[in-house]
């Protein structure tokens, strides 16, 4: 399954949960979660490929970082 995370509406982004976040939950990121996390805190919206046996975390860890976002249909 794959998302588009738009943007991060948090007063005080938690970068370092958001890269851990896209580490945990990414699969095949082609950028580092570092490098990835700078992109979405700088209002360039990414797509990452969830594994469909952990989206339903993902979008709780999403939710959590106050991370808008889209699913991407196939």
Do not use: H, N, Q, W
Request: charged share 40%.
């Amino acid at each position: 399954m794959k998302i588009r995370l738009l943007s991060c509406d948090a007063k005080r982004p938690d970068k370092r949960g958001i890269a851990k976040m896209l580490e945990e939950f990414g699969v095949d990121l082609d950028d580092s979660p570092r490098e990835l996390t700078e992109y979405l805190l700088d209002g360039t919206p990414i797509e990452i490929e969830v594994a469909d046996k952990t989206s339903s975390s993902a979008f709780r860890a999403v939710r959590k970082l106050d991370i808008d976002y889209e699913m991407i249909e196939e």
